[in-house]
């Protein structure tokens, strides 16, 4: 009964003691510092996360009430160590109610964090000491350099840094200072960078030295504010450029038109390929229009009275042609006004005749790009046709009369040149004729070699 009592007395006198050591620890302070939406991106898995953040020289030690296993990662940034722990939000068979995440650090109280997590949800918690200002100034000016590195202030930053270097702290633990200088030089000369871009209107630039920036100093508001601003005005530009430029093009207007559209290339556009097609196009029409190269001329041919040809001329690569021509009897054809002759007689001269050829040009001489210097052509092809044809009569036995046509038919290959001189152009061509069936007296005047002559304009 004795022994009952004494044991009951010193578990008592043990509790009080425990008690008291535990009153003796500092007491730990941790903020809520989770950012405006902040999302924990985990697919269709009921997790959420929570993230630790602690500066401070002592590790935290971290066990939760409900959770028996806690997969915890750490990982340090600077003077910075980050804590993340990823929890299950929802399980079959398992209540997560009255969940806390306890918080431990050697010389302190242990600090209780209730989480009454849902599913994607992500906080973060700052983990201080309370007493850190009587730590050395080593602790203190690093943990003020970085605090002004993170909110862009690389000059008053690079002070702060520059006292810790000053501490023997600062030769005697692992840390990042040197680092950090070195990134607030760096983000220094880019804000300047950014800040020219911006000036010349180069958005495109800016915003991909401003993403650059964040991914150096991620946590930086002033940056990803800057970010969004230069974002807006590409976008803004980028639209602007297009439906400006197309609006120009559409009224004709295509030299403000190509200035919009090689602005919009140059900044990178989003529709840079449809740009690049506008200007291509404008530079055919102006390409023509400058260097005159499309043509037309009438040709002047003994048995062909009606004939065109059409050219294109370019000054700096091969072209081609395309020319026909007929005489009045096809007219007369259509009109059904050709005088026939007998039956068995063939005509010396056809009652019809018509000719057609396409082939291509080439460039032969030009002093300089001045239009008003003449330019030759060679104009060449085997593609060339000619054909006539003449109408018979026959008497049938029952006073009727029977009409045929017959027809002739030739390759006409051609050779020649064009000169042009100012908005003129003058043409000459040497089709040859190779009769396919022959029918003399006929085909031996229809297959004589022709003198083709064009004489025209070009625009």
Same mark, same amino acid.
């Given at each position: 009964?004795?022994?009952?009592?004494?044991?009951?007395?010193?578990?008592?006198?043990?509790?009080?003691?425990?008690?008291?050591?535990?009153?003796?620890?500092?007491?730990?302070?941790?903020?809520?510092?989770?950012?405006?939406?902040?999302?924990?991106?985990?697919?269709?898995?009921?997790?959420?996360?929570?993230?630790?953040?602690?500066?401070?020289?002592?590790?935290?030690?971290?066990?939760?009430?409900?959770?028996?296993?806690?997969?915890?990662?750490?990982?340090?940034?600077?003077?910075?160590?980050?804590?993340?722990?990823?929890?299950?939000?929802?399980?079959?068979?398992?209540?997560?109610?009255?969940?806390?995440?306890?918080?431990?650090?050697?010389?302190?109280?242990?600090? &209780?964090?209730?989480?009454?997590?849902?599913?994607?949800?992500?906080?973060?918690?700052?983990?201080?000491?309370?007493?850190?200002?009587?730590?050395?100034?080593?602790?203190?000016?690093?943990?003020?350099?970085?605090?002004?590195?993170?909110?862009?202030?690389?000059?008053?930053?690079?002070?702060?840094?520059?006292?810790?270097?000053?501490?023997?702290? &600062?030769?005697?633990?692992?840390?990042?200072?040197?680092?950090?200088?070195?990134?607030?030089?760096?983000?220094?000369?880019?804000?300047?960078?950014?800040?020219?871009?911006?000036?010349?209107?180069?958005?495109?630039?800016?915003?991909?030295?401003?993403?650059?920036?964040?991914?150096?100093?991620?946590?930086?508001?002033?940056?990803?504010?800057?970010?969004?601003?230069?974002?807006?005005?590409?976008?803004?530009?980028?639209?602007?450029?297009?439906?400006?430029?197309?609006?120009? &093009?559409?009224?004709?207007?295509?030299?403000?038109?190509?200035?919009?559209?090689?602005?919009?290339?140059?900044?990178?556009?989003?529709?840079?390929?449809?740009?690049?097609?506008?200007?291509?196009?404008?530079?055919?029409?102006?390409?023509?229009?400058?260097?005159?190269?499309?043509?037309?001329?009438?040709?002047?041919?003994?048995?062909?009275?009606?004939?065109?040809?059409?050219?294109?001329?370019?000054?700096?690569?091969?072209?081609?042609?395309?020319?026909?021509?007929?005489?009045?009897?096809?007219?007369?054809?259509?009109?059904?006004?050709?005088?026939?002759?007998?039956?068995?007689?063939?005509?010396?001269?056809?009652?019809?005749?018509?000719?057609?050829?396409?082939?291509?040009?080439?460039?032969?001489?030009?002093?300089?790009?001045?239009? &008003?210097?003449?330019?030759?052509?060679?104009?060449?092809?085997?593609?060339?046709?000619?054909?006539?044809?003449?109408?018979?009569?026959?008497?049938?036995?029952?006073?009727?009369?029977?009409?045929?046509?017959?027809?002739?038919?030739?390759?006409?290959?051609?050779?020649?040149?064009?000169?042009?001189?100012?908005?003129?152009?003058?043409?000459?061509?040497?089709?040859?004729?190779?009769?396919?069936?022959?029918?003399?007296?006929?085909?031996?005047?229809?297959?004589?070699?022709?003198?083709?002559?064009?004489?025209?304009?070009?625009?």
């Amino acid at each position: 009964m004795k022994t009952n009592r004494l044991s009951t007395i010193l578990f008592a006198i043990g509790l009080s003691l425990s008690a008291t050591a535990q009153n003796q620890y500092k007491e730990l302070r941790i903020d809520d510092i989770t950012p405006e939406l902040s999302v924990y991106p985990c697919g269709d898995r009921q997790e959420a996360q929570v993230i630790l953040h602690c500066q401070e020289p002592f590790d935290l030690y971290l066990t939760s009430n409900v959770d028996a296993n806690l997969a915890i990662a750490v990982t340090e940034d600077g003077p910075e160590k980050l804590y993340s722990i990823v929890f299950k939000t929802k399980e079959e068979g398992t209540s997560f109610k009255g969940r806390q995440l306890i918080v431990q650090a050697e010389g302190f109280q242990k600090y &209780y964090i209730p989480l009454n997590l849902n599913a994607k949800e992500k906080l973060e918690f700052l983990v201080t000491d309370p007493y850190s200002r009587l730590r050395s100034l080593f602790y203190t000016s690093a943990e003020e350099g970085l605090r002004l590195f993170t909110a862009g202030m690389y000059d008053a930053a690079i002070d702060q840094f520059n006292i810790a270097r000053q501490c023997p702290e &600062y030769g005697e633990t692992q840390n990042h200072i040197d680092t950090y200088i070195g990134q607030c030089d760096t983000l220094k000369s880019m804000m300047k960078q950014a800040a020219d871009f911006e000036k010349d209107e180069k958005y495109f630039e800016a915003r991909a030295l401003y993403s650059k920036m964040l991914s150096i100093n991620p946590e930086c508001k002033v940056i990803a504010q800057f970010f969004t601003m230069a974002n807006d005005n590409f976008n803004r530009v980028s639209k602007h450029d297009m439906e400006v430029g197309q609006a120009y &093009y559409d009224s004709k207007r295509y030299e403000e038109a190509r200035d919009l559209f090689e602005h919009a290339i140059e900044q990178n556009n989003p529709q840079s390929a449809q740009a690049g097609v506008a200007i291509a196009n404008i530079n055919m029409i102006r390409y023509k229009s400058d260097n005159h190269t499309r043509t037309v001329s009438y040709v002047i041919e003994k048995d062909n009275s009606i004939g065109f040809l059409f050219a294109g001329l370019k000054p700096d690569k091969g072209g081609g042609y395309f020319s026909f021509g007929m005489d009045k009897g096809v007219i007369d054809l259509a009109g059904d006004a050709i005088k026939p002759v007998t039956t068995g007689i063939i005509p010396e001269e056809p009652h019809f005749q018509c000719m057609a050829s396409a082939g291509w040009t080439a460039r032969l001489y030009t002093r300089n790009e001045n239009e &008003y210097i003449p330019k030759v052509w060679a104009l060449f092809t085997p593609f060339g046709y000619a054909g006539c044809g003449y109408k018979t009569m026959t008497a049938l036995d029952n006073d009727q009369v029977k009409y045929s046509f017959h027809f002739l038919h030739a390759v006409a290959p051609e050779i020649g040149i064009a000169l042009r001189e100012w908005r003129f152009i003058l043409s000459y061509r040497y089709q040859f004729r190779y009769v396919i069936k022959e029918e003399k007296p006929l085909s031996d005047n229809f297959g004589s070699a022709r003198n083709l002559i064009g004489i025209g304009f070009c625009w």
